[in-house]
């Protein structure tokens, strides 16, 4: 079964910083996708990026990066110049495309608190 | 266009009680999902649905059942409440093209069984 750990349960930064969350996943999958999902204090699910495992080049959305590294099995997010509104919780998640629906497998989160 | 939407949003129940979760979608997805989220956890999948007409089980299915009534809607019912249910609910569509795409969540639902 795949596993998602996200080693940093809390972390902060300043506004405008730049702040690195991490994530390692297993699986024996090749082909397979991945995540990063916010959680705000309105508790919405909403998805800040998403990689293709079979795609060498990194993803990027606005302030929003992820370094993925498939031979270590590592999906970091990278937010730049951070603001308050992206004080939230972050999850990485996993998924194999099985049959006709896709299942997520998350991690357990890391708060991210940005600081003025 | 509404997305995903649950009800209800805050419920409380008695250890014992049954009460069913309401969930519907209006972008025509194929797949539906029910994720339970308790601290320090992330979201587990309780139950899926692939298709109408179609469910299985996910990792946590214990103590909770669901109905695919129809494309729209997918329930979750809990029939005799137990404190270890109380968790925010999460509702989930999505549709299964190559598989990559993207699942669209609802606002949750806090339940708490005391």
């Known amino acids: 079964a795949q596993t998602v750990t996200q080693s940093q349960p809390e972390m902060s930064v300043q506004e405008a910083e730049t702040v690195t969350l991490s994530c390692t996943y297993d699986?024996?999958?090749?082909?397979?996708?991945l995540f990063w999902y916010k959680q705000p204090p309105s508790r919405q699910m909403i998805l800040v990026i998403r990689?293709?495992?079979?795609?060498?080049q990194n993803a990027t959305e606005n302030r929003f990066s992820v370094n993925f590294q498939k031979a270590a099995k590592s999906f970091s997010l990278k937010i730049s110049d951070s603001q308050l509104g992206d004080t939230a919780m972050y999850f990485c998640?996993?998924?194999?495309?099985?049959?006709?629906?896709?299942?997520?497998?998350f991690g357990k989160g890391t708060k991210l608190t940005v600081n003025p | 266009n509404a997305g995903v939407t649950q009800t209800p949003k805050f419920q409380v129940l008695k250890t014992g009680q049954s009460m069913t979760l309401q969930c519907a979608q209006d972008?025509?997805?194929?797949?539906m999902y029910w994720y339970r989220q308790d601290p320090g956890m992330g979201l587990r999948l309780i139950y899926y649905?692939?298709?109408?007409?179609?469910?299985d089980k996910g990792e946590v299915p214990n103590g909770y059942n669901v109905s695919r009534l129809n494309k729209r809607e997918f329930s979750l019912r809990l029939e005799s409440a137990a404190p270890s249910q109380t968790s925010v609910y999460f509702c989930?569509?999505?549709?299964?093209?190559?598989?990559?795409?993207?699942?669209?969540f609802g606002p949750g639902t806090r339940l708490t069984v005391t």
């Open positions: 989930a569509s999505s549709e299964w093209t190559s598989g990559s795409d993207e699942q669209y």
């Open positions: 699986t024996s999958e090749s082909n397979y996708y």
């Open positions: 990689q293709e495992a079979y795609k060498q």
């Open positions: 998640a996993f998924m194999k495309p099985w049959g006709r629906s896709e299942k997520l497998v």
């Open positions: 972008m025509n997805h194929n797949s």
């Open positions: 649905s692939a298709s109408e007409g179609t469910t």
